[in-house]
């Protein structure tokens, strides 16, 4: 198998291994990218994983499932990156203490939830029952590794619901499903029977019936025993210094670096006192779970009792019978001897004395014969068992023989195979290179096209703005001047209405005081006009001197009013009025000339828009 992790290597996108251990068909590893750890797993593959089947494990979200980060595909293999969480192995767990039924048979009923979880997906998977697979982390809570896919991955499951929860419960470590569960096993009845009923079975949903039947059957009590002995729950044994040392031989999950401080425990704050229904149920459930502990362990005690008295039992058996039959044998031998005396007391005549004596000799002579035919049939069989039992190593020689021949070759095809396989990957690598290398050429040709269509559509961008804006310059330029014309004739159009409105009134209010004298037709004065506005030097610089009015005498002269003030007041309140309108009007178009420039930028860029979208 091809190792995918070396210490001190860099794998993929950054993540540098700190720490490797083969995890049953693949590799587990510690990896740290960015101060964050990873967990980096290998496991091997049957086929190539589709596309949806690594989608499938990044979508898998489950309490008892460490996520999928990341997923790769390598040669004949798959890669799974996820967050690293410091995990105790259930086998770890069971050989340094002791754990009890109902934890088991909770542990039991959150896998079975996770397996229905699992082959319900739309490619189905399967949960590997092993307690190397399955640990629990700092909080006790537990934690799957591996979860296969159902004919893609190549690990197959190794036991079956019920010699899993057997191994917990022991604390031995199974390599293979268990045939029957053995008889001294010291666990309750409803225990027994959920093992020796979930044996040989993969169904989750069989399996949790059980379960649903164990607690039941707890919920129900035990009978009057229960109430005998008053004991707690027993606390957790230390398992032997021997398993303990077996145990920690094989650790498929990295521990927690010693420079890690274990995070405190919190403990929980008590209840309230005034909450007795709390506290009442509460004292129920723990009073509940005593007497349910109490039953077992009697149950438990007794079943080891009987066990006891059954053996003690059939060793006194097999010691009376043993004695019996020798004192058979020895009363036998006795009577035999006594009857022999009194059969040679009644003989009197030498020739029945001399026959009995053949007859006696004969007897010897066969039951001679007959040891003698025993004890060659003895070393008949015993020559057949030695040349069985050699024709046995022969046959164990011949079956090592075999094997290391099987072996070797075994050897030589990996071999030959991971040259094979190290040969298509570097074909496949330069074959990688070649292609990412014309990938790069004709990437750089497509750079060096697209810089040249930029260089293009710049130009032709810049040269159309140019022309756009040297458009708008003119059209802001004529707008300008029209609107100043308009602007211009508006208040020459408001000046000399005002200004003849104004010369109406100074009119009237001539008129009205040319009426309070007696003015003679010679010296009214004529009408007010524009020219009057002007300065006398204005006004005689205009006229003839002989055009000039005479001057009439100082008494005669009627008492004129001045029209030089009104005049002013107009000229100023002109001025005033023609700064605020040229202010408005400046005003109006800096507004106009920064919506034109907004309008026109909104323009320019949909037109850059439109035209990347038709280079794309």
């Known amino acids: 198998m091809l190792s995918f992790f070396g210490v001190g290597e860099i794998y993929r996108n950054g993540y540098r291994v700190e720490h490797v251990v083969k995890f049953f068909d693949g590799e587990l590893a510690v990896a740290r990218k960015d101060d964050q750890r990873f967990y980096l797993q290998s496991a091997m593959l049957q086929k190539q994983a589709p596309s949806r089947a690594i989608q499938q494990y990044r979508t898998l979200h489950h309490p008892l499932v460490l996520p999928y980060d990341e997923v790769y595909t390598e040669e004949r293999s798959i890669v799974f990156i996820r967050p690293y969480e410091a ?147 027993e606390e957790t044994k230390p398992r032997p210094k021997k398993v303990e040392a077996q145990a920690a031989k094989e650790q498929p999950v990295p521990k927690q670096q010693k420079d890690e401080e274990p995070s405190p425990v919190t403990e929980t704050p008590a209840a309230p006192a005034d909450n007795r229904e709390e506290q009442e149920q509460l004292y129920r459930k723990l009073e509940e779970e005593r007497l349910e502990q109490l039953r077992l362990e009697f149950e438990r005690r007794q079943e080891e009792l009987l066990r006891k008295q059954r053996e003690e039992l059939e060793r006194k058996q097999q010691e009376l019978l043993e004695k019996q039959r020798q004192e058979f044998e020895q009363k036998e031998r006795e009577l035999l001897a006594k009857q022999k005396e009194e059969f040679k007391q009644r003989i009197t005549e030498p020739e029945e004395q001399e026959s009995w004596e053949r007859e006696q000799e004969e007897k010897e002579r066969l039951e001679q014969e007959k040891k003698e035919q025993e004890r060659l049939e003895q070393e008949r069989l015993e020559q057949e068992i030695k040349e069985q039992e050699r024709l046995e190593e022969e046959k164990r020689k011949r079956e090592e023989a075999e094997r290391a021949r099987q072996e070797e ?173 040229k202010a408005s009007l400046r005003q109006e178009k800096l507004e106009r000339e920064s919506q034109e420039q907004d309008q026109l930028a909104l323009q320019f860029e949909e037109y850059m828009k439109q035209m990347m979208g038709d280079e794309s």
């Open 409 to 581: 070759e075994r050897r030589a095809w990996e071999q030959r195979e991971r040259e094979r396989i190290e040969k298509e990957q570097e074909d496949r690598v330069q074959a990688e290179l070649e292609k990412l290398k014309q990938e790069r050429l004709e990437w750089e040709k497509k750079r060096q096209e697209l810089e040249r269509k930029e260089e293009e559509l710049k130009e032709r961008l810049q040269k159309e703005f140019e022309v756009l804006a040297q458009k708008l310059l003119e059209k802001q330029e004529e707008e300008f001047r029209r609107r100043q014309e308009e602007m211009l004739k508006a208040q020459r159009e408001l000046l000399e209405s005002k200004t003849k409105e104004r010369l109406e009134k100074q009119r009237e209010e001539l008129e009205q005081t040319s009426k309070r004298y007696l003015i003679t037709p010679q010296h009214t004065k004529p009408r007010a006009s524009l020219f009057d506005l002007l300065p006398k030097d204005h006004q005689l610089k205009g006229k003839p001197q002989s055009e000039a009015e005479p001057t009439p005498p100082a008494e005669e002269q009627p008492e004129q009013v001045d029209p030089q003030p009104p005049v002013a007041e107009a000229k100023q309140e002109k001025e005033k009025r023609g700064s605020e309108e």
């Open 87 to 233: 995990i105790h192995p259930l086998r770890e767990v069971i050989s340094s203490r002791e754990v009890d039924e109902d934890q088991v048979v909770e542990w039991g009923r959150q896998l079975l939830s996770l397996e229905i979880e699992l082959k319900s997906k739309p490619m189905p998977m399967y949960l590997l029952l092993d307690p190397r697979n399955i640990g629990l982390n700092d909080r006790d809570e537990l934690r799957v590794l591996f979860c296969g896919l159902e004919q893609i991955t190549a690990q197959s499951r190794t036991l079956d619901w019920g010699s899993f929860f057997f191994s917990l419960l022991s604390g031995q470590y199974l390599e293979e499903p268990l045939d029957k569960m053995p008889a001294d096993f010291p666990c309750s009845k409803p225990m027994s029977r959920l093992i020796q009923r979930s044996l040989k079975k993969q169904s989750p949903e069989s399996v949790l019936s059980q379960i649903d039947a164990y607690k039941k059957k707890q919920k129900q009590g035990g009978g009057f025993f229960d109430f005998l002995f008053g004991s707690t729950k």
